[in-house]
């Protein structure tokens, strides 16, 4: 069976540090990946997506930028935090078009 | 362009008593509509899918092309319905890509 690794679960972090969140899936190949945020108050957003190794596309303009080094490894990270990045970031994996898409646990990130 | 509006961020009602959570979308072409749930310390996950017709744990929900609306339905609400609950739009050119609305709150009191 198919599952999804998400970490780390939750994460302080001060403004202008590093970022990198890691999502692998287990038990499928050449899956579409997905990175949603839900920012306080607000619904959950795409923010990227990709359809295969090295294919990353962005859904909007932000201080963050995705990876795909690996076929089921997606990785989300920034350079330089912002206070504005505070949220919660999902991963998600599907087979693509109007499937279901499966969920990670989550991270919580805190900019400080 | 695509939206996706939940008009309640929170709906309180007592056990037994039906449920409601209404979803409204925003797109031109052929819909597929999704309800998505997060029960507490769990992870976000499939509840049902328009495609489908099917009901699940109760629930169900029918595409309104005419209204545009996707709202989910309960006739007899249970404590362990509360959760949060999300609706979502895709469609096939979309490579799977989700929009969500902002999410509802279903609080079930006893």
């Known amino acids: 069976s198919q599952t999804i690794h998400q970490w780390p679960a939750t994460l302080v972090q001060p403004v202008g540090s590093p970022l990198s969140l890691e999502c692998t899936v287990e038990g499928t190949s050449n899956p579409n990946l997905y990175w949603y945020r839900q920012a306080a108050g607000r619904g959950l957003q795409l923010l990227f997506y990709?359809?295969?190794?090295?294919?990353i596309s962005s859904e909007v303009p932000q201080n963050l930028s995705a990876s795909r080094p690996q076929d089921r490894q997606f990785i989300l990270s920034s350079k330089k935090l912002l206070l504005s990045d505070s949220g919660f970031y999902l991963c998600a994996w599907s087979w693509g078009a109007v499937t279901e898409a499966f969920f990670g646990q989550g991270t919580r990130l805190t900019v400080v | 362009a695509q939206r996706v509006t939940q008009p309640e961020k929170l709906l309180s009602v007592f056990k037994g008593a039906p449920v409601e959570l209404k979803c409204n979308y925003s797109y031109s072409g052929s819909p597929e509509l999704f309800w998505y749930v997060q029960y507490s310390r769990q992870r976000l996950q499939l509840l049902l899918r328009h495609i489908s017709r099917e009901s699940i744990k109760g629930f169900t929900a029918d595409l309104n092309k005419g209204e545009t609306s996707f709202h989910l339905k309960k006739p007899f609400a249970q404590e362990e319905d509360s959760a949060m609950y999300y609706c979502a739009l895709t469609h096939s050119g979309n490579t799977g890509k989700l929009i969500f609305g902002q999410g509802t709150t279903l609080q079930v009191k006893p």
């Open positions: 990709s359809v295969g190794i090295g294919q």
